[in-house]
């Protein structure tokens, strides 16, 4: 079974989600899909957790209780939330693997590193092996792939980060997951998809709003 991940490297819980990719099953292949938040949450009329300044200082404590918890190597970045876009960037210049991926999660996660600041982008790319990366991050075609990826997110029905979509299900449409705290839904739902088809779920599908707030 194949699984796109949608996410993006300013979140905490992408950096969570992915030091825990050996909970998915031996069978499952993971397309990964760097995308910008931002772009997500414009179009959807959205804020980030980040921008609700009680959520804030809450989010960033959970995420490094859940770090410790896990026992996941956690540091804070300088600041949050950063421009996020050379991360990205880095990521699809590399071809968006695996290895380079968590590279850079930790270099942002773990160490605690700005690749914004030359020095530590310097220190990514030799951990990357990639000694033109600067230049490669530049390059109008890995600019257009965030932007193509971000857009496909969004046609998907993407809300937010990290998020895994399933485009084929066996009784329904395409699925997402959404958030760190789904996915254990998530490997349920690999491991018996049918439970999630009862009279209820299916009900929950077409459930009428009855309100609903005004917005600005």
């Not at 971000?150 to 998020?163: D, L, M, R």
Request: aromatic share 12%.
């Amino acid at each position: 079974m194949k699984l796109t991940w949608y996410f993006d490297f300013i979140s905490p819980f992408a950096y969570l989600q992915h030091s825990q990719f050996n909970r998915l099953p031996n069978n499952v292949e993971v397309e990964y899909k760097p995308i910008l938040l931002a772009g997500l949450l414009n179009h959807w009329q959205n804020v980030g957790p980040a921008e609700i300044p009680p959520k804030r200082v809450f989010t960033y404590q959970h995420c490094y209780w859940l770090a410790k918890k896990s026992n996941i190597p956690m540091t804070m970045p300088p600041a949050h939330p950063f421009n996020p876009l050379i991360a990205l960037r880095a990521a699809i210049a590399t071809g968006s693997t695996k290895e380079s991926i968590q590279t850079i999660f930790e270099a942002i996660w773990k160490e605690g590193g700005d690749l914004n600041q030359p020095e530590t982008f310097s220190k990514l790319e030799q951990k990357l092996d990639q000694s033109n990366l600067a230049d490669l991050v530049g390059e109008s075609s890995v600019k257009n792939k965030l932007r193509s990826n971000t857009e496909q997110a969004i046609e998907s029905g993407v809300w937010g980060v990290p998020t895994f979509h399933l485009e084929n299900t066996s009784q329904s449409g395409p699925q997402n997951f959404w958030g760190l705290d789904a996915f254990d839904m998530l490997l349920d739902y690999l491991e018996s998809p049918n439970d999630f088809y009862d009279k209820e779920m299916l009900r929950i599908e077409s459930l009428p709003s009855a309100i609903q707030r005004k917005k600005g």
